[in-house]
DNA sequence: GCCGCTTCAGGAAGCGCTTCCAAAATATTT
DNA sequence: AAATATTTTGGAAGCGCTTCCTGAAGCGGC
């Protein structure tokens, strides 16, 4: 159908290896001969075929990536500055999604039998330590987002200090009292934001009490990372810690929308009876006013794609575990006398009237 | 590196052609030796080289998605089923973005030209006239979502009929000076949308003075669809159109979040002063209580999938144009008595108190 | 005019598979 | 047991490219 380098050849009556030498902009090619070639193969409305020259170079220009294709704000921006970044090399993405959490292995299997693409970004998800070696063996280089594994290059939020940053606000803010509401444990980054938590309370010689906090359940595999789940949890604080505490930490701000939900039906004011500081700044964050830590998501993607690229191109090696600084953002939620934000977010429609 | 289907080969004492006919469950086969091939291919942890078997079969397995790459529920939403309606096959997606307009026919020659896909979803992106034919003419199937063209085949939202019943359900609350927000009109739903609107106003009887219709910016190629741009088509109303129309039928609900800042802005209460209806029923319109126009984003990403396997598998041709409903739901913006919807989300926070 | 250099071009081999044709092995029929 | 039909196998050709090796052509210097 299409015109090969067959085609090409004949026509401008070179050999098959002149047009590839061409096409690849090679120095080994007679300008004159390079410039005519090129002219035909123009004319023929010729395309190299992308899978042929892969087989050939043993090259794919493709990366992976494996995701957890939950509706979350954060993929979705993580994603979008991966493809922002690879739109600038000339490396296509293929998505591989997992959406039932124990077929994660063999969606990493099949990544790395099927020599379909030069690099991984495994993208919030734990990689088991026999894969590690996997890839390494298979020469495949990976890069872990928001996730961390000894062996493989990785680039994630510091949760433990952000979450010691977010407590720290509201102890500044004057709370003695402060519960926490965390995704499953079974979450990386919920680990580290807990123990950053308790961090800051110890460094401050808080009592924290059992009852303040509330793990969501894992349920359908989110890590309890959502507002139903935020929703719940809120209940069971409310159910179980009597009175609240006066400030609450909850480990995401898609949770803290659900638990804003259950304080508004309890007749729990915002930030009046409880402060409130959340983790991510999605989009909606400024529309409620909620405080909370602002995730780099765009940089962490940047970062990754590029030291990614650098792996595959062989230009380094080593050791790579960055961990990027998240930003408080405050705002109404947490009470906070000082507005340090911009206008219009001060200006922002939020819950509580 | 990898084993190939060589060693296999060699190993178990047949030749390539067999272990082919064994890894391809050919029935041309004696299933002792296919046993046992496969018993050496399994020890040897061979799997084919997927694109060495995309090249010769000529076939890919893979489809492409051309993708304009806002961060937006929708496109998420819609990635997240055609992913999940993909895995369930045996394809691959490949993601193609585009983040500048002008780059769409770049990225969509090449999608057509480097043949790594067996067919093309192209979403919310219209098609100049000569690249259909060429899709066409390269007999590469294609399936437009959330657009239409004459000679590609579709899946999109009835745009008109959503606007229509929007439109509808706020006459029916009693109002008869109702405005409008819209996106650009560059973009096609949003024209749609339009004609739909006025369509209902003229069936009631109704005037409409232009200074009740705000048409947002395209600014940044995103058609206005988004909250700035629907904060910024408010203020334009506020200053515009005095008094007010007492009820507004916001094209996005995106832009509706900015309208509520904007109305929260200018002291006007939403549903008191403003009845408010949106479209498109985002993950957050539960959360401020909106009534909106609901599309079903999973059924038509799924809907596309299989029509565009159908097509690739030869098994269908003929015009496809399916135009799926949007629903009405009822929540507290735009005032309405009846609530038809389901405790939880009379229970919603919203905005006004 | 010959020699050694350099530059450029042709095309075979190879990437790892599928597919087809012909041949070998086995089964069935007479 | 021979003849024929059927099942099973081997491997060459081909998918469209890159790359390497070889050789031709052009050049200056002797």
């Given at each position: 159908m299409a015109a090969t380098i067959y085609d090409v050849a004949?026509?401008?009556?070179?050999?098959?290896?002149?047009?590839?030498r061409a096409i690849n902009n090679s120095p080994h090619i007679n300008v004159g001969t390079k410039a005519r070639i090129l002219a035909i193969a123009n004319e023929l409305h010729y395309q190299p075929h992308a899978l042929a020259q892969s087989l050939a170079r043993k090259k794919t220009n493709t990366i992976a990536s494996v995701v957890p294709?939950?509706?979350n704000y954060f993929y979705v921006e993580?994603?979008?500055s991966v493809q922002r970044a690879l739109s600038r090399s000339h490396y296509d993405l293929i998505l591989f999604s997992v959406d039932r959490m124990n077929r994660r292995d063999r969606t990493i299997d099949r990544v790395l039998s099927e020599?379909?693409?030069?690099?991984?970004?495994i993208i919030s998800l734990g990689v088991m330590d026999g894969y590690a070696e996997k890839f390494i063996a298979a020469g495949l280089p990976v890069v872990l987002i928001d996730h961390?594994?000894?062996a493989l290059d990785s680039v994630a939020i510091a949760n433990r200090e952000g979450a010691f940053a977010a407590a720290s606000h509201l102890i500044g803010l004057g709370h003695r009292r402060i519960g926490m509401i965390n995704g499953h444990l079974s979450s990386y980054p919920a680990k580290l934001r807990l123990e950053g938590f308790r961090l800051a309370l110890e460094m401050h010689g808080l009592?924290?009490?059992d009852r303040d906090l509330v793990i969501c359940d894992a349920k359908a595999g989110e890590h309890g990372f959502n507002e139903a789940a935020g929703y719940a949890a809120m209940q069971r604080l409310i159910a179980q810690s009597h009175p609240l505490p006066g400030a609450l930490f909850v480990a995401s701000d898609?949770?803290?929308?659900g638990v804003m939900r259950a304080a508004k039906e309890a007749g729990v004011r915002i930030p009046q009876d409880l402060a409130l500081v959340g983790f991510d700044d999605i989009e909606f964050a400024k529309f409620v006013g909620l405080t909370t830590m602002r995730q780099p998501i765009a940089a962490m993607g940047r970062m990754a794609v590029t030291r990614l690229l650098k792996r595959i191109e062989g230009r380094e090696n080593g050791d790579f575990h960055r961990e990027l600084e998240a930003e408080l953002i405050?705002?109404?939620s947490c009470g906070s006398r000082q507005a340090f934000h911009v206008r219009t977010e001060s200006d922002t429609v939020s819950q509580q009237v």
């Open positions: 004949k026509k401008a009556g070179v050999g098959i290896g002149t047009v590839s294709f939950f509706t993580l994603l979008k020599r379909r693409c030069d690099g991984v970004l961390m594994h000894q009592d924290f009490d898609v949770q803290c929308l405050v705002r109404e």
